[in-house]
């Protein structure tokens, strides 16, 4: 049973790029976290999904940053005109159904704007 | 916003002897709290967890306490390995979401 799968896991991005991150939940999970990391820093929430919802996202930026969760494929951290500020790591942790409490992490992608 | 923060951000021990790690919050209505761990390069790893309808909980060589008169938190590891050396974050949750401290740093020397 693969855990949480997160690709790229280093993303490097100029200034104005657009930077797609990507998260695989464990099977059977349908719910996502996405989580930043800043160095020296603890992990900010910043949204919470479930299958084609968004059902907390007050963690998100309001302007150039987007998630989504198909029924079907990875869930999309989407992050428009990048700019350095963005730069941390990222991470997505799913849930069962059952307990949405329960998290698990992923590796992390690590985006740097340069 | 809400505040989870820690005591100290570093703690050196001997391998072998017990570990004690604090974490406290700001929010009397958190329910549920979670001890993670995160290595180097690493994502967060579940180590254990506590409902505010408890005071402590054990797990395999460790042990959360929580006293909620002081919103306070700790995590005890006991026997202290090189293997546990890492940067230890709690968590409280809050309704969907989860607020982490900044994280103690703990290095075991052998």
């Known amino acids: 049973n693969a855990g949480v799968m997160q690709n790229p896991r280093h993303l490097v991005r100029r200034r104005g790029q657009e930077a797609r991150l990507r998260c695989s939940p464990m099977k059977g999970h349908s719910h996502v976290y996405w989580y930043r990391q800043l160095p020296e820093e603890g992990l900010k929430f910043m949204v919470y999904?479930?299958?084609?919802?968004?059902?907390?996202e007050s963690g998100m930026p309001k302007e150039r940053f987007s998630a989504e969760f198909p029924k079907e494929g990875p869930s999309i951290l989407r992050i428009q005109q990048v700019v350095r500020g963005d730069s941390a790591a990222y991470f997505c942790?799913?849930?069962?159904?059952?307990?949405?409490?329960?998290?698990?992490f992923g590796p992390g992608t690590r985006l740097t704007v340069t | 916003g809400e505040s989870v923060g820690l005591h100290l951000p570093t703690l050196s021990v001997q391998e072998g002897d017990n570990s004690i790690i604090n974490c406290a919050y700001s929010?009397?209505?958190?329910?549920?709290f979670i001890w993670y761990k995160q290595e180097s390069g690493k994502g967060p790893q579940f180590i254990i967890d506590i409902r505010s309808n408890m005071d402590k909980r054990q797990g395999q060589r460790v042990t959360v306490l929580l006293n909620k008169t002081v919103k306070h938190l700790s995590l005890q590891i006991a026997a202290t390995q090189p293997g546990d050396s890492a940067v230890y974050f709690c968590?409280?949750?809050?309704?969907?979401?989860?607020?982490f401290g900044t994280g103690t740093s703990l290095t075991v020397i052998p």
């Open positions: 929010n009397s209505a958190s329910d549920y």
């Open positions: 968590a409280e949750n809050i309704g969907n979401q989860f607020y």
């Open positions: 942790a799913s849930s069962p159904p059952a307990n949405s409490r329960e998290q698990y």
């Open positions: 999904l479930q299958k084609e919802n968004i059902i907390d």
